[in-house]
Every structure is written in C-alpha cells, then in structure tokens.
C-alpha cells in the first residue's frame, strides 16, 4: 500500500460489501475507518439474504467475481471463522413450457464459466423432489456445486479480518456530509468528522444519495424489494437443493425445520428499511402451490430486503470519473454476498493501484456515462 496519512480509506457502509473491502484494504496495510448508519452491521440486505451460492446467477461479469470468491468461501484466512462457510446445497431449476427459453439461456451461461450444470428430464427433478408435480414442468437443470452460505459468519470473518488489522468501525454513524479539499471529509449525524484521500461508497440501497452528497453523478441505481417468508417444511425434505424456476416466478429451499421460500419479487423502492408486502406473499403461496404438491396455507415468519441493481445489472467497482478520491462499490444485487471476497479483493486492488485478479474493465463507471 503506497497510500499515506492517519487514515487511508473510509468505507461508508457496514453491510457484506462494506466489509469485505474493508477488510481487504487492511489485510494489504492499509489504516482504514468504517462507517455504519445504524447502530448494528449487517442490518439491512446483508442479513435479510436467502444465502445461496449460485454460481450461474446473475450478470456474465457478476459470474466470473462468484467463482473467483469460491475458493475464499472454502479457505477463509486463518482464524477468522469456527466453522464451514459453505455446505452442499445443490440447485435445481424448473421450467414449464412457456419458460423453457430461458432454463436453455442458463445453461448456456453456466457453461460458458464453467460451471458444472446438468440438463435432467422431469421425471429425475420429481425424484430430486418429490413435491414437484410433475405435469407442471417439461425441462429442469442441476447445479450440483450450489451451496448454502453461513452468511452472518462470512460477515464476521470480514469484521475479524479487519479489526485484527487495526481497522476501527463506527455504528450508529450515517454520513450526512462529504467534502472534498486536499482529501475528503466526512462528517456523521453523531457529530463524527472523518478524513481520509479516499472513500469508499459501499452504502447499498443508499449508493446514489451518498454519491450526490460527495458531488459525483448517480449511477442510476434502482433498489428492489424481494420478500421471504419460512413455512413449515415436510419432513424428509432436508436434503432437497434450492428449487427455482427459470422464469424467476419463485424459488423454495429447506432451513432446518423450515422452508425458506419467496417470490422472487422485484419491486421497486426507495432505499428505506423494506417491510415484506402480504400481496406479494399470497400470490407466492398460490404459484407454489400450484406447482407442488406442498399445500402451503400459513407462513411462520417473513421479511423483505433491498437488492439494488444498475442500469446493466452488472456491478460498479472503480473510482469515479469526475470526483477524486470517491470509489463505487454499488449494484450488488441479488449476488452481493457470494462475490463479496472477490468483489472486496478487486476494489482493494484498484484502490491500490495493482492490477487485479479479476479484469476490472466491465466493473467501471464510466461505462454509465
Ligand atoms: C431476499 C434476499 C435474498 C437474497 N439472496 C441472496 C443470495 O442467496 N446470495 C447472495 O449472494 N446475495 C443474496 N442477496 C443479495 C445480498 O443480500 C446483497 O447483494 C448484499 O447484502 C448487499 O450488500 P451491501 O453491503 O451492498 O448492502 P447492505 O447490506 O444494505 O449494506 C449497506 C449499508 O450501508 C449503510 N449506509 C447507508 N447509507 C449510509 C450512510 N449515509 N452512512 C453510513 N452508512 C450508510 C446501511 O445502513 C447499510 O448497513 C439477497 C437479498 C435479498 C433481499
């Protein structure tokens, strides 16, 4: 790390993505100072997730920063987790007729980064699962290396990483200005004043509005509500992969004793603490049920998250074109958690000025300009 003075990087933002280049940036020896609104990290998309590697999912450039992270997911660095990160989960994705079309365009994608991905008859999916009904689908593919994430552990090996490095974090303080002189300052709503050459805007749903703040153009970022809602499970269904459709229409998974279960909703919201919506629940129930022989008819708990996506539904990783010293880390989407490690790594670099591990060409802002 070339960069000097007390402070090197303020990351603003204290979900995965926050995290994760932050403590990257510390790991490489930079100072570095985090910057939460609320009072706890992790309290908005990050810890509302339905926590699945997915390696298919997601734009082409958003799939390459997956697979990178695989390998950190599987070997985190030393003393930063107690446990596995990472457990089989397996996907498997259904199609009726009219969404035939696009299980093809996923395999096609799949197999373009090399990930394992098989086509399976209907009949197998049924035998995978046999809640599925049978006569609803005609074509279904496999994704065998889809897992589950312990997410709040993979935020926390993050935190740990960081703070062993001497980075600080402060809870409880939203940044409320930025200005620029010879180097940035920051002030927060709890009377902080914050000075670094660089900062980070990993504010998730916020992005833009951080982005004004410190004068630099929008990105045009538009954040998407997406619901979840656990049912009891069946029992003996533990062991079934995550079941999506290739049409987005919903997807289920197990959660111990539950059914982890959404409507793959994307409604448009402003950034704000997002409450789930009963509509979009019960028309979920509906197509689950008419799909599956699962006959949901009450829902134990849910909640609704944010997932915030730019224009191309890639990401933004890369320093501005106009504003010095202010670095983008926005639009993770629906993928945020399972590219955090190489997503973090990359923005690192880039801060750094080193060339990265994965092509950062596709990840600049400048393609919005
Ligand atoms: C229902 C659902 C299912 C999902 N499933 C998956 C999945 O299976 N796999 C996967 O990889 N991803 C999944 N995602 C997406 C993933 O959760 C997000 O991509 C990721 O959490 C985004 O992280 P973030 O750090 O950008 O945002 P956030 O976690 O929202 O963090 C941003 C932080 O910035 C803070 N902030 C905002 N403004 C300011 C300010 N002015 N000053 C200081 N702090 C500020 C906020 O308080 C917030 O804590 C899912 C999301 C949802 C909602």
Redo the contacts with the bound molecule.
Sequence with gaps: MTLGGMTDVIV????????SAAASLAADGASVEL????RH??????????????ESYGHPTIRALSKASRRWFEDPPAGTTDGPLLSPRGALMIAPADQVEALETSIAQAREHGTEIHRIAPADAVEMVPTIRQEKIVAASHEPGAAD?D?AAIHQAFVRQLRRAGGLIHTG????ALRRTSTWHVT?GSGGHHQAPVVVD??????D??AV?AGARPVGLVPK????FMVTAPVGSSHWPLVATAGHTFYFKPEGTQLLC?PADETPSA?CD?RPDEVDIASAIERINEATNLGIRSVRSS??????FVPDGGMVIGFDDDVDGFFW??G?????????PAAGALAADLIADRTPAVDPSGFDVARFR
Excluded: D, K, N
């Excluded at 909640?303 to 915030?308: D, I, N, V």
């Design positions: 603003i933002g204290g979900g995965i993505a926050g995290v910057l939460e609104a609320e990290l992790a309290f908005h998309t990050t810890g509302r997730s339905a926590a699945l590697y997915f994430m997410v303080a939203g940044v409320t927060t990993a504010a998730g749903a916020w992005c509005e951080v703040m509500r997406r619901t979840v959404s950034p997002a909640w609704a998250g944010l997932r915030s880390l926005a993770q989407g629906g993928t945020g958690i399972q590219t955090s």
